[in-house]
Each structure stands twice: as structure tokens, then as C-alpha cells.
């Protein structure tokens, strides 16, 4: 009895220490790389297809969209004062847009939009919160299959 409670508790103690963490502004502070799992993320959705005809679409995409994600890689870099600069490397070229961040009320990481006139380009929308789980940053909406996260550069 004691070694079932014993394990219970302990059982307890590691799933509270994975979960999510309120975010710090000293552990924001940084580079950190985006890591999309899209093959992950195609997997996914080929399973949740409404049909078979979608299911096959999804599986045949997944490799050359794989193939096209290699070749790109998004880094944010949190600066103090609630700064951020978004660089994008693809295909041997950079481009670079800052923002702003802030740790909302709840302890979580918000990217506010980036507003540019001449791009299209919007990292996040406010209501998207980064949590804090294992020393990445995961999004909400992926939380659950942390599919796309943050991870961390130095």
C-alpha cells in the first residue's frame, strides 16, 4: 500500500513539473529557433481526412512541403524592452522584422502581430499564448502534439 501511494505521489510530482511553466522574462531572453515537425503535422491531418481521396492529397504533399521546410529556417531573437527580431533564412537569403512580446497576466509568452504595410507577413496573432514545457516554448495550439515549437539557440 504504502509503495502504491509512494508511486501515485511521485507519479503526481513528475506530471506537474511538465507541465506547462509561467514564462520568465530572464528565460525569454534570447535566440530561439522555430521548429516546424511537418511531416508530423501532415500525418496528423492525413488522419483526420474526411475522405480517402483528402487522406491520399495530404500524403502526397507531405514530402514536397518537407522538402521545401529543410530549406527554411525562423529564428526569434527576444530582446529586453519587449524588442523582437524575426529572421527568416530560405534558399541562401534573409530577411529580418522586428516586433514586440510581452508575458500576459496567465504567466504566457505573446507575440504581438507584426504590422507592416508593404508585407503580409504575421508571425501571431495576440490571442496565441507560448507556454513554457520542458525548456521549449510550445504554442497553445499545439501544445497537446507539440508539433511546432521553439527551441532555444543560446
Not at 18 to 29: G, H, L, M, R
Not at 137 to 143: A, G, I, N, Q
Amino acid at each position: 500500500m504504502k509503495r502504491t501511494i509512494a508511486l501515485f505521489v511521485f507519479a503526481l510530482c513528475v506530471s506537474f513539473f511538465s507541465d506547462a511553466q509561467k514564462v520568465k522574462e530572464k528565460d525569454i531572453i534570447g535566440t530561439w529557433k522555430l521548429v516546424i515537425d511537418i511531416n508530423e503535422e501532415m500525418e496528423e491531418e492525413a488522419d483526420e481526412a474526411d475522405s480517402m481521396l483528402e487522406e491520399v492529397f495530404i500524403k502526397a504533399i507531405s514530402g514536397f512541403v518537407g522538402g521545401i521546410m529543410e530549406d527554411i529556417e525562423i529564428y526569434f531573437e527576444f530582446q529586453p524592452d519587449n524588442d523582437l527580431k524575426i529572421t527568416v533564412n530560405a534558399y541562401d537569403e534573409t530577411e529580418t522584422e522586428r516586433g514586440s512580446w510581452y508575458i500576459n497576466k496567465r504567466g504566457y509568452l505573446v507575440i504581438e502581430d507584426i504590422e507592416d504595410d508593404d508585407d503580409d507577413f504575421n508571425i501571431s496573432s495576440d490571442d496565441d499564448e507560448w507556454k513554457l514545457i520542458d525548456g521549449i516554448l510550445v504554442s497553445d495550439e499545439h501544445e497537446r502534439d507539440r508539433n511546432v515549437y521553439m527551441t532555444k539557440v543560446n
